[in-house]
């Protein structure tokens, strides 16, 4: 079989020739992403974490990032197609930058620039393997949206990806509400983390949180939470049981 | 046992390490290539490198001040080097001067990520460079590339994540660090069947690039391990202790 040099041919939205292939897998992945609105913006929040299969490989991952002015992505899955679509994104950016015409792109239209990308790949049956968290304030208007790698699309006032899914979403069903501190925010966003940490095999305990606001972005420095084991079933579970313990 | 197949992917189960120090980095790995269940001691020196007749080189140089460090599929960390060196060649001819590690790692990054569907290819990018100094970067599979004060792989890295998270601390001498590869690599061989052979450590800092080489025979004995002997025949006859004389 011949190999050709690939000269970045995995573009396959622009480029016709790119080789026919499909992603099959993820390897190395991010898990959960959570995010809701509060009163100056939106917060969000990820683990450090890049799992290889079961092994907790890489534990340094910034999984969200700034997009332009005004938005914040989060992403779980694989990372390097989170890194390929960052590259993507630098690319938007530049050229409406280019224009030099004092717009800029807003959370919304990058929201719909990725729903076209992840979509048109799952057309291909080559999907990028992320699930994405798109947040961001522009003209005092707060806006939060996911796409899923098959370009399921949709905005919400508190979104979750992964195992937050099943395990955050319930909580800020129950205790999100409109205007919400940046200190309840926080509180909030940190109640779901910990039980992730509790419940998710692949999360660690080494966390991110990401406020946007008309001001911009700012990405909080990695620190970790304090977990409860104390609970008096866990002393002693075997008391009936002769022998174990 | 004799299910020999020879047509069976040369693969490098192997173990790669890269470490960065005060000053610059070190890269260190085994020198075995396995087939299928056999090992080959003397099939691995002729096919599981480059028409050198020596133990396969698992650290190749990309460029003057970069290294890359391959594991997985023997082939394709070839090939995926051989392009990236024929690329870095004429990016530092344009560019006038030598090549950054990060801009070396892209590269592999590009060529890994876009043909993740046909490579099985693990590498470890490490390098010196006048604007960031000594860097180590990750590639595993899928094409990610990440950062690292140090970097591990191949298979014989299982063993090993527990060991540095224990043993490593940042800023580093140049001894400390390559002493720290050399122990590393050794326990892994100590574990991993598909590991084995020499260590071979590249140190590059901003005076250049220094290759050492480890013997198998010489590196330190692990748990269960014993000196090795000549024959049973020098175990017996040391034994009998001379008479002791006045």
Redesign the interface.
Request: glycine content about 10%.
């Given at each position: 079989m011949t190999?050709t040099?690939?000269i970045?041919?995995?573009d396959s939205v622009k480029n016709a020739e790119a080789d026919s292939?499909?992603?099959?897998y993820?390897?190395?992945t991010g898990t959960s992403i959570v995010a809701i609105k509060y009163k100056d913006g939106v917060l969000m929040a990820s683990d450090m974490g890049?799992s290889?299969g079961s092994?907790l490989?890489?534990k340094?991952?910034e999984r969200m990032k700034a997009i332009g002015k005004h938005s914040l992505l989060g992403a779980s899955g694989?990372?390097?197609d989170f890194?390929?679509i960052l590259r993507y994104l630098d690319e938007l950016v530049l050229n409406d930058n280019m224009w030099d015409d004092g717009n800029s792109l807003g959370p919304k239209e990058v929201h719909n620039y990725l729903t076209r990308v992840m979509y048109n790949r799952r057309n291909k049956f080559n999907p990028l393997w992320n699930t994405l968290v798109l947040g961001g304030v522009k003209n005092g208007e707060s806006y939060l949206g996911m796409v899923s790698m098959i370009g399921v699309s949709f905005e919400d006032n508190h979104v979750a990806t992964g195992f937050g899914n099943h395990l955050a979403r319930p909580i800020l069903r129950d205790e999100w509400h409109a205007d919400l501190s940046f200190e309840d925010g926080v509180k909030l966003l940190e109640k779901c983390m910990r039980v992730l940490l509790y419940r998710d095999r692949s999360a660690i305990n080494k966390l991110q949180i990401a406020k946007i606001t008309e001001e911009g972005v700012t990405v909080s420095q990695p620190y970790s939470l304090k977990t409860f084991w104390e609970f008096k079933a866990f002393n002693n579970p075997t008391a009936g049981a002769e022998g174990s313990w | 046992m004799m299910d020999l197949n020879l047509d069976a992917p040369h693969s490098m189960g192997t173990t790669i390490i890269g470490v960065t120090y005060n000053g610059g980095v070190v890269l260190g790995a085994d020198s075995r290539t396995s087939t299928g269940e056999m090992r080959f001691p003397l099939f691995f020196t002729l096919l599981g490198c480059t028409l050198r007749i020596e133990l396969p080189t698992r650290s190749q140089q990309l460029t003057d001040n970069v290294y890359v460090c391959r594991s997985g599929s023997a082939a394709d960390s070839q090939?995926v080097s051989d392009?990236v060196r024929y690329f870095l060649h004429q990016h530092t001819i344009q560019l006038g001067q030598p090549a950054t590690v990060k801009v070396s790692a892209n590269l592999i990054?590009?060529?890994a990520?876009?043909?993740?569907?046909?490579l099985q290819t693990g590498l470890i990018v490490g390098g010196w460079d006048k604007y960031k100094g000594g860097k180590i970067y990750?590639i595993?599979?899928?094409?990610?590339?990440?950062e690292?004060p140090f970097a591990i792989g191949g298979s014989g890295s299982?063993y090993l994540?527990g060991f540095f998270d224990q043993a490593w601390k940042e800023n580093m001498t140049k001894e400390e660090a390559e002493q720290l590869v050399v122990k590393a690599v050794s326990l892994a061989i100590a574990r991993d069947g598909a590991s084995g052979g020499v260590v071979r450590t590249v140190i590059i800092n901003s005076e250049g690039v220094t290759r050492n080489f480890y013997p198998g025979d010489k590196l330190q004995l692990w748990l269960e391990e014993l000196e090795p002997q000549n024959s049973l025949l020098d175990i017996l006859n040391a034994a009998g202790p001379e008479p002791m004389a006045i």
């Open positions: 190999f040099i690939p970045d041919n995995g292939q499909r992603t099959l993820p390897y190395v890049g290889y092994t490989r890489y340094n991952i694989e990372i390097s890194q390929e | 090939v392009y990054r590009m060529l990520y876009n043909n993740k569907n046909m990750g595993p599979l899928g094409g990610t590339v990440v690292q299982s994540y």
